[in-house]
């Protein structure tokens, strides 16, 4: 497996407070990138990075927010979590904008 | 949105038998790539085809791309139970956009 790593791999909190999760490479992997994963919506894509502090917007952004401030760490905000951002969330990485992604294992965030 | 949409949604076969998926988007592509995801865990790339190739093989994977008709198909021949996972294609519109399907659940029955 690509050396990639979410954290936490689950995580339950309350409506309103703030929530961040983590992705790590060790692959040195220049694009980076969260998806939300949702029955009967597939994997859509929330943000990505092209390097240090380099990011875009992905189709479902809003409420999210995100940062990388060393090539081997993306993190992913949720400012005020509401309960439609109750998901599973995964982290991904390639080379390159079109190659194939390697893909953590997710994090299962539920908001009460 | 340009939208990779898999065909049949769930597909259950007998073990042995061959698996056949279809996958089709709205817009040119640079490539086309099928990803399979076992339950609980994250999506695994099988294969990339790229849009002036027909055809790819990988091992039991045979996955056949239709730019005119802007559909892709990924077959599993001699299928086994380890196979039962959810299958994803995913297109890359060459402007910045990588769009997932929402998947064919294959449930090999022993």
């Known amino acids: 497996d690509a050396g990639i790593t979410q954290s936490p791999r689950h995580k339950v909190t309350e409506t309103g407070t703030p929530v961040t999760l983590r992705c790590h490479q060790t692959?040195?992997?220049?694009?980076m990138y969260w998806y939300r994963q949702d029955p009967g919506h597939g994997l859509r894509l929330i943000h990505y990075?092209?390097?240090?502090?380099?990011?875009d917007k992905g189709e479902v952004s809003d409420g999210y927010s995100v940062s990388r401030s060393k090539t081997e760490d993306f993190l992913l905000t949720l400012e005020s979590a509401t309960s439609s951002q109750t998901s599973v969330y995964f982290c991904?990485?390639?080379?390159?904008?079109?190659?194939?992604?390697?893909f953590g294992d997710g994090t299962r965030l539920s908001i009460l | 949105s340009q939208q990779g949409e898999e065909d049949p949604q769930a597909l259950s076969i007998q073990e042995g038998e061959n698996a056949t998926m279809n996958c089709s988007y709205k817009?040119?592509?640079?490539?086309l790539q099928w990803y399979r995801q076992n339950s609980g865990r994250g999506l695994v790339h099988l294969i990339l085809?790229?849009?002036?190739?027909r055809e790819k093989h990988s091992g039991r994977l045979r996955v056949t791309l239709d730019t005119s008709k802007k559909s892709s198909s990924l077959l599993i021949t001699a299928s086994r139970a380890a196979d039962t996972a959810s299958y994803f294609c995913?297109?890359?519109?060459?402007?910045?956009?990588?769009?997932f399907g929402k998947g064919t659940r294959l449930h090999i029955l022993p």
């Open positions: 085809i790229r849009s002036n190739e």
């Open positions: 692959e040195n992997h220049r694009y």
């Open positions: 991904a990485i390639s080379g390159n904008w079109g190659q194939p992604q390697h």
């Open positions: 995913a297109t890359d519109d060459g402007d910045d956009k990588i769009i």
């Open positions: 990075s092209y390097g240090v502090k380099d990011t």
């Open positions: 817009t040119s592509i640079n490539n």
